[in-house]
């Protein structure tokens, strides 16, 4: 436990440096105090914890608001949305919304909200494509190996937890080779990542934030990524539509939500302001460096990308006979 949380601290302290974390905009804004809090329902340290004090710290600025972060995790992300949803809408707290917090919504039956009944799009602003990893030792070289391990004597995944975006990932690329799988959830992605690098486990399907550090240390090898073209930060890593899993591309992706009811006027006030932060040069570049790719899409795309995900992983879940409870 000690090791995971110095892991974190970690991270965090390294995402502070690089992108001026602690800076805040001058509370001139609308919001009651001048505070935008932003709820993040992941803990502190974390990738999306990144994203969200990225964008918001330099919206912020643009708004005039000093943005607050307020990790809620708990629940694979259910307790910090229903804090927004419950919140006033006021425009003046907004939720960061992940792929895993529409996969939650499908999965779990009974939630005290509904993302599509209680809440708004604000803005999309893009995604962390998936990897397939394997351990550096590993005897598999390619997707191919892989699948050919699969169908004849199956292979052990690992992933963050029931339910979580690395799970479904598998489950579904196993059920597609017709192969068998034996799942080992963890308690988050960083036990996964220990799992892989001890070779307790033969698959993960991490995020590129998470894979790239790890790959530069030489500590796990990757087989394909799920992006549609080959990415700056991963040149020899080949996408799954290379492979001919043009279909296949599962990615983290980051949304900003606000409560039901907040005033369109206020709507497109943050829409304007995180658009121009996911834009910029400087956060582009950053981002990029991670493998993030930009992607910032309006809040009747994020609408129809909502319902797509519900639909896609929804399917999986019922395919793979997976529930909340395994």
């Known amino acids: 436990m000690t090791n995971r949380r110095e892991r974190l601290c970690s ?5 502070a440096a690089a992108f001026g974390w602690m800076g805040s905009a001058t509370a001139t804004g609308s919001c009651p105090g001048g505070y935008l809090r932003v709820v993040v329902p992941n803990p502190a340290g974390g990738v999306g914890d990144l994203i969200a ?5 330099q919206a912020g600025t643009d708004l005039g608001e000093t943005v607050v972060i307020e990790n809620r995790a708990g629940a694979t992300t259910v307790i910090g949305t229903n804090v927004v949803a419950k919140s006033t809408p006021d425009g003046c707290t907004i939720l960061s919304l992940t792929a895993s917090g529409v996969v939650a919504s499908v999965l779990q039956k009974k939630l005290p909200y509904d993302l599509t009944r209680d809440f708004v799009p604000i803005v999309g602003v893009g995604s962390f494509p998936m990897v397939i990893a394997v351990p550096a030792s590993s005897k598999f070289h390619s997707v191919a190996d ?3 391990a699969a169908k004849a004597e199956g292979i052990t995944y690992a992933s963050g937890g029931v339910g979580s975006l690395a799970h479904l990932s598998a489950a579904r690329l196993i059920k597609e080779w017709g192969g068998k799988g034996n799942h080992i959830p963890y308690k988050g992605n960083s036990d996964a990542i220990q799992g892989l ?11 590129t934030a998470e894979a790239i550090p790890l790959v530069k240390a030489g500590k796990i090898r990757l087989l394909a990524v ?8 991963l040149p020899d890593v080949p996408t799954m539509k290379e492979l001919g899993y043009a279909d296949f591309k599962p990615r983290l992706w980051y949304a900003f939500l606000a409560p039901k009811g907040t005033p369109p006027t206020a709507v497109s006030r943050l829409t304007s302001a995180f658009a121009k932060a996911a834009a910029s040069p400087d956060v582009k570049g950053k981002f990029s460096e991670m493998g993030f790719i930009t992607d910032v899409k ?4 994020v609408s129809i990308l909502m319902k797509g995900e519900a639909e896609r992983w929804g399917k999986v879940i019922a395919e793979n006979h997976i529930q909340a409870s395994d």
């Open 197 to 207: 690098l001890g070779d307790q486990i033969q698959l993960f399907f991490p995020s």
């Open 298 to 301: 309006d809040p009747s795309a």
């Open 226 to 233: 799920t992006s549609d073209a080959r990415l700056p930060a």
């Open 53 to 57: 004090r990225t964008l918001g710290n």
């Open 11 to 15: 991270l965090a302290l390294a995402a």
């Open 146 to 148: 892989l699948a050919k």
